[in-house]
């Protein structure tokens, strides 16, 4: 059975980093695209950053843009999230998933395969 696990949450303060991972089990996603969304409570789960398959095309969220990376290693079926000068306001669980870059951009709730979630707190 298909599993995306994710790790590194945590709680830091603001202007902190965490780097959050999400490892894939039971298939290869190799040829997938990868993604990160997050929901802060009382919120609707929202896009954070996708990568393609390869790892040459990535894309972010404006509220993220220029603090988050989003980056893989396809040997390892490994997608890592580096989370710089983090705010109060990133705040959430953060949840992996895997499919179509379209369906991931797109599509969100129709995406196939997503991890149990990780909780990110910052504290002010």
């Known amino acids: 059975q298909a599993q995306l696990v994710e790790s590194g949450g945590g709680l830091v303060q603001a202007g902190g980093s965490l780097r959050l991972s999400c490892a894939a089990s039971?298939?290869?996603?190799?040829?997938?695209?990868r993604g990160w969304f997050r929901q802060a409570p009382g919120k609707e789960r929202e896009f954070v950053a996708a990568i393609s398959w390869s790892g040459g095309t990535t894309y972010y969220a404006d509220s993220v843009k220029g603090r988050f990376t989003i980056s893989r290693d396809n040997a390892k079926n490994t997608v890592y999230l580096q989370m710089n000068s983090l705010k109060p306001e990133d705040t959430a669980v953060y949840y992996c998933?895997?499919?179509?870059?379209?369906?991931?951009?797109?599509?969100?709730?129709?995406?196939?395969?997503w991890g149990q979630g990780t909780q990110v707190t910052v504290s002010s």
């Open positions: 039971g298939r290869t996603f190799s040829l997938y695209a």
């Open positions: 998933a895997a499919d179509q870059m379209a369906t991931m951009l797109r599509f969100p709730t129709s995406i196939g395969s």
